[in-house]
């Protein structure tokens, strides 16, 4: 059974078309990594697999049961099985680390509080975080509220991670925390998607790497195959080239 199956999804906001036609599956244990550039729709794809966004046209499957055009009870259940961490954090402002961290497994889950606080500090000491418990996210740093951000998603364990840019703001040594627990919970037999433009984790995390472009996916290959693709687009983006004049 596949993890995600995208079947031939369309997604268009006004007049703007986003996704194209795009396929994807993921296998179970499986880290695929999704590369494009800036307002490509990374994102977007991301939150056709955890249901908040529907496409136009085509299917969303996840853990083989169709997610999109469900009721939202049917939406919740599956999303039980996927920790997704959004590319803003998007903490609760008004609750704690530890609250933020704990809430899924308290309100969703109905968890009695010693477990819940067991399974909080294996989080948040997962991410390095441990003594920040009673701080709310506006007195955090980015990197920390990143790093609280993923704990809120891998706390319940879930079998399928989505990560948006994990990486994004945080300095080069929290970064390789940020890869090696990625590939940490690979070996714990976790499927996961990472959404990124940093081309070292993406090299590091990936089994498979695809590249989103004018609604399509260009590539599917290794990071080796990758690195040594003669598309030009994505000789340009991985080589970082910006083209045209710049007007001052
Ligand atoms: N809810 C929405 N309503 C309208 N337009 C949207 C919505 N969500 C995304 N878009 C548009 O879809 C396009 C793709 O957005 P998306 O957030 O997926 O980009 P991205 O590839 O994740 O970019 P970045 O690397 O900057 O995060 C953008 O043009 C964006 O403005
Ligand atoms: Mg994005």
């Not at 906001?13 to 499986?30: A, T």
Request: charged share 25%; hydrophobic share 40%.
């Amino acid at each position: 059974m596949l993890v995600v199956e995208l079947r031939h999804i369309k997604k268009a906001f006004g007049k703007r078309l986003v996704l194209n036609g795009i396929d994807l599956s993921l296998e179970k244990g499986q880290t695929l990594v999704i590369i494009g550039c800036s307002g490509i729709g990374k994102s977007v794809t991301l939150k056709h697999i955890i249901g908040l966004l529907d496409p136009d046209e085509g299917e969303v499957l996840v853990f083989g049961e169709r997610m999109s055009y469900q009721p939202e009870k049917i939406r919740n259940r599956l999303r039980l099985k996927i920790g997704m961490v959004f590319q803003n954090g998007a903490l609760f402002d008004f609750l704690t680390v530890y609250d933020n961290v704990g809430f899924v497994l308290k309100e969703k889950y109905g968890w009695k509080e010693d477990k819940v606080k067991e399974r909080v500090m294996w989080a948040l000491d997962l991410v390095g975080m441990i003594g920040s418990e009673d701080k709310y996210p506006s007195e955090l740093s980015g990197g920390m509220r990143k790093r609280v951000a993923i704990a809120r998603a891998l706390v319940y364990e879930p079998e399928l991670m989505l990560y948006d840019e994990p990486t994004a703001g945080l300095d080069p040594i929290r970064s390789d925390m940020i890869n090696r627990l990625i590939l940490k919970l690979k070996s714990m037999g976790r499927s996961a998607i990472v959404v990124t433009h940093d081309l070292n984790s993406a090299y590091t995390v990936a089994d498979r790497i695809c590249m989103l472009h004018n609604g399509r996916f260009i590539t599917d290959g290794t990071p080796e195959e990758i690195r040594n693709s003669d598309n030009p687009i994505v000789r340009q983006f991985i080589e970082g080239r910006a083209e045209g004049p710049i007007a001052l």
